[in-house]
RNA sequence: GGGCGCAUAGCUCAGUUGGUUAGAGCGUCUCUCUUACACAGAGAAGGUCAGGGGUUCGAGUCCCUUUGCGCCCACCA
């Protein structure tokens, strides 16, 4: 094998890490314009994305693979265009996540928990185990291509980011905005910690409503009451009626009696009490449950608690102490049924909240934790998308965002965990609260030196919400900061819209009184080929490292970039991948056929005229030119739209449809035209390299990888001016930008057009009378206007349709039809094929009939819409098309109609 | 209870300023190993664009409505 040629297929297992690390090495992942090296220019505008950090010890999955894929492309795209671009990556503690795989690792390998290491240890031990396996996932991101700026890689634990958390917490401590108080708040029983309202997820479940007597004191009355968590009975401060319900009105003020406990409750009225809504009576919880709080705060009710931090009963539950939640639920109505306080059971659906993370019952409870008051936050986040400061794409979540945050409520932010940011305030045995941007070592009210620091951790999206500039150097003025701030574009999924993005505008714009990005691009979730959602319990889990394996990176990006809307969700099947695949294969051995015309050219260089004018361009040399720039145009339009996805696709279309199956057929025959060699294998030069262009944001590594071949060759051959400004790799070559040709006319696309219907015609009949495909037919064609066309590309119809060129008889008019032949009519023209034997009159003229049928309803149809308001409403151009089509059929009709005289 | 999305060929989906014979991939059927590619080429079958109404010269696309599916938010025991 010659240096020049090249393997049959594609072989992405080679190509991928070898052109990876030439990227990488190259240092084109480097800002273009960068603050911190010499030449630097602050006045050009950077694009700027900073990744949506995935979980420092995660494993890579589709949802990785989209995001990464979809945020590559913007930015290679952008760097094409000459713009400098910075992909800022890294990772995030994922505090939860993190914990429990660790403690369950521990578990595992030496049997552990975490309280036995205590908590240095265990921090220690996570921080290795972040070590260790921290790289996996940056690896597994390079695998799919992402040309980020690894030298700025980030983790939101390490010192940069923590300094940005203290500040930011300190920040909000000295403006009052962060609180410490006892709250009613969601806590996870199993995780042992309190969790933000937004990592409580509500499932509609089969759930029991128990119904049972509240006794009234020194009476045998009782009011009825319907409860799902009967062991809440327990913590009970009141029973509520509505004040104007005429079945309780009378015990509104008594004092009722809280089963087994005996403890005295008064009766009290309440609108909130539903009459219509189970027994109409209404138990009262404050310590348990949102609504009774409330109520509770309305009656000046007391609070108690009846859980403790594993969801087991306290000593405020009398006999049931120690027992669990559920198990106390049993035990207490058994209690209740002999004591004959029971009325009733009855299944019911219900929505029950679950922890997100650990996936138990989460349980409101009292308790006392840290809260940043979000209002102030909010409104100036809702102002920002409000007036367009910020841009979401698609639009229709802006409502979905401007909902959350017009009835958001005050943001827990202590977990009760060990990984994370520890919260940065220190109490004196007095009680007193100090904070600072340096550890205290004394009490800032009393001065004591007896300082012991809040065991709590931070919420992670508490880190999270400052990414956009703690990675950038914040809270320190740095040049990174100054110029790559605020970024661009937040490219992530939709489904983190209020966890991640409503708070980063909420701190970028606190902090830094900037927005912290301009744009947000929120994709979709990826399920399975049938819709449903990935999952190990199902089995359909598609593993994006193993179809890497197995069908190539460009393969799996371009099917995720491309046939999925903006904010819609996709489904993914393997099948697919192949389909892209395939594609992958055809732009290599594309590629592999205009490098081989252009190794194989004379030395001689011909005279070649330039790019744009066309001047001795062949018919399909103008034809694809102009589809080309078509495309470039429409590239361009739908890229600016954020359709990205349809981009794609057209690009796909062109390069298999027009340039593969069309131009490049048509140029095998050019090439064995020694006036016009040269000049073809240019064109098929200029035409690959604009596609893998287009191309290479979609499918960076076969493009690449084609295009450092298609360089090489061109530069020695007789073509070589062709790529005098050509940069060393693809991923820095500039971006096609459409351009006018000079002297082109619009005629030559139709005149190509009219060329394939021949070619079409032709091969079908073939097919439908099984004419080998090896057997050349000679033919007559009758071009009427079209003749001189017909002559110039007879070479081409020729062997585009399997015609002898030999035996091509091609005249204006014709005297009389040969004998034994079939016609096929397109437009103006009549193609006369002998088929000698084949021809069964009556069925020739029963197709004839047919396609005249079908071109007279055309030309009925036609007629009658031109004669409408159409014509005189509708664009002249429109109209035009219409009545070019109207001419072509009536064409068609009348030669059809002289055939069958 | 609010809000949003989806419904287009057997399957999975494109189709974004409304432009007039509705597209792709996969699958199916027929031919072909034609010197870039069988991970291919050529040809074919297959759709009342969920139902109904409206706006318009013109609707898959805009408006209203019905049905089915999905998602998000929300404190009814």
């Known amino acids: 094998m010659s240096k020049h040629e090249l393997p049959k297929a594609y072989d992405f297992r080679a190509t991928e890490p070898r052109v990876y690390e030439m990227w990488e090495k190259g240092g084109y992942f480097r800002p273009r314009n960068d603050p911190n090296r010499p030449g630097f220019d602050p006045n050009v505008l950077p694009f700027v994305i900073s990744i949506p ?50 403690e369950r690792h521990l578990l595992k390998t030496e049997e552990v928990t975490r309280e036995e290491l205590g908590r240095e240890e265990f921090v220690k031990r996570t921080w290795d185990w972040k070590k260790k396996y921290g790289g996996i996932i940056s690896s597994q991101i390079r695998r799919l291509g992402a040309s980020c ?72 009355e009782f009011i009825p009451v319907a409860t799902i968590r009967p062991e809440t009975i327990l913590g009970d401060t009141a029973v509520a009626v509505h004040p104007e319900d005429e079945r309780y009105k009378r015990f509104i003020g008594r004092t009722a009696l809280v089963p087994m406990l005996g403890r005295e409750i008064p009766v009290i009225a309440d609108d909130y009490v539903s009459r219509e809504f189970g027994t109409g009576a209404l138990k009262i919880t404050p310590g348990h449950d949102p609504n009774d709080y409330d109520i509770a705060q309305r009656h000046h009710l007391p609070v108690i608690s009846v859980l403790d931090e594993a969801a087991r009963i306290n000593e405020n539950g009398g006999p049931y102490q120690g027992q669990d939640r559920f198990e106390c639920r049993d035990k207490l109505w058994a209690d209740m049924k002999t004591a004959g306080l029971v009325i009733k059971t009855q299944p019911y659906t219900t929505t029950l909240p679950r922890s997100q993370r650990g996936g138990e019952i989460v349980e409101p409870m009292i308790s006392t934790q840290w809260f940043v008051e979000i209002e102030p936050l909010a409104k100036a986040a809702l102002e920002a998308v409000k007036d367009g400061r910020i841009r979401i794409v698609p639009e229709r979540f802006e409502k979905v965002y401007y909902n959350w945050l017009e009835n958001i409520r005050d943001w827990c932010i202590s977990r009760q965990l060990w990984w994370g940011h520890r919260i940065p305030i220190w109490y004196c045995p007095a009680g007193h609260m100090t904070t600072g941007r340096a550890d205290p070592t004394q009490c800032g009210t009393c001065g004591s030196t007896r300082l012991t620091q809040d065991p709590d951790v931070l919420d992670t999206w508490f880190s999270s919400g400052l990414w956009p500039f703690s990675t950038l150097g914040w809270p320190d003025e740095t040049p990174d900061l100054k110029y790559f701030y605020p970024t661009s574009t937040m490219e992530t999924a939709y489904d983190i819209l209020f966890f991640w993005v409503a708070r980063m505008i909420m701190f970028g714009l606190e902090f830094t009184g900037q927005v912290p990005f301009e744009t947000v691009y929120l994709g979709g979730l990826i399920r399975d080929e049938h819709g449903r959602k990935m999952s190990k319990t199902y089995g359909n889990v598609i593993d994006p490292l193993i179809v890497m394996d197995e069908l190539g990176t460009d393969a799996l990006r371009f099917t995720l970039l491309v046939g999925s809307a903006p904010g819609n969700d996709m489904n993914l099947s393997v099948k697919k991948v192949e389909a892209n695949r395939n594609f992958a294969n055809k732009i290599w051995n594309a590629g592999r056929f205009v490098v081989s015309a252009i190794n194989s050219l004379p030395v001689v260089p011909r005279h070649m005229p330039p790019d744009d004018t066309a001047d001795e361009w062949t018919l399909a040399d103008s034809w694809i030119w102009a589809k080309l720039q078509q495309l470039t145009r429409d590239v361009e339009r739908l890229f600016q739209g954020f359709q990205y996805g349809e981009a794609g696709r057209q690009i796909y279309e062109f390069f298999w449809s027009d340039f593969a199956d069309w131009y490049v057929e048509t140029a095998k025959l050019q090439l064995q035209d020694e006036s016009i060699r040269q000049k073809t294998a240019a064109t098929l030069a200029r035409v690959l390299d604009a596609s893998l262009r287009l191309l290479h944001p979609f499918a960076p590594f076969v493009t690449e990888e084609l295009w450092g071949h298609l360089h090489g060759a061109i530069l020695e051959s007789p073509i070589a ?117 084949m021809v069964d009159l009556e069925a020739e003229s029963a197709r004839l009939a047919r396609e005249l049928a079908e071109a007279e309803s055309q030309i009925h149809r036609l007629e009658q819409l031109l004669r409408s308001d159409f014509a005189a409403r509708a664009p002249a151009s429109v109209v035009q098309k219409e009545r070019e089509k109207l001419v072509a059929f009536r064409q068609t009709a009348e030669r059809i109609r002289a055939q069958l005289k």
Not at 73 to 79: T, V
């Open 53 to 102: 950090p995935p979980n420092v010890t995660g494993e890579l999955h589709l949802g990785h693979a989209m995001r990464v894929s979809m945020e590559d492309l913007m930015i290679r795209y952008n760097r094409m265009k000459g713009i400098p671009t910075l992909w800022l990556p890294g990772s995030d503690h994922a505090g939860i996540a993190t914990q429990l795989m660790v």
């Open 149 to 220: 700026d690894w030298e700025r890689e980030r983790f939101t634990l390490d010192e940069g980011l923590s300094r940005a958390v203290r500040e930011a917490f300190v920040r909000l401590y000295e403006k009052g905005l962060i609180y410490r108080g006892p709250r009613l708040i969601n806590w996870s029983p199993g995780l042992k910690t309190a969790v933000s309202d937004l990592e409580v997820e509500y499932s509609e479940e089969q759930a029991t409503l128990y119904y049972f007597k509240y006794i009234l004191k020194d009476s045998d």
């Open 721 to 837: 001016d062709l790529a005098r400004d050509w940069p060393e790799a693809l991923i820095a070559a500039p971006w096609p930008e459409p351009r006018p040709i000079e002297g082109w006319e619009e005629s030559k696309v139709s005149d190509f057009m009219l060329l394939q219907e021949m070619v079409r015609s032709i091969r079908n009949l073939r097919a439908e009378k099984n004419v080998s495909p090896a057997r050349r037919l000679p033919a007559t064609i009758m071009g009427g206007g079209k003749t001189s066309l017909i002559h110039e590309q007879g070479v081409t119809l020729a062997a585009l349709a399997g015609l002898d060129p030999s035996q091509l008889t091609i005249s204006a008019e014709l005297d009389k039809k040969p004998e034994e032949s079939v016609v096929l009519v397109t437009g103006p023209v009549e193609i006369h094929l002998p088929l000698t034997g």
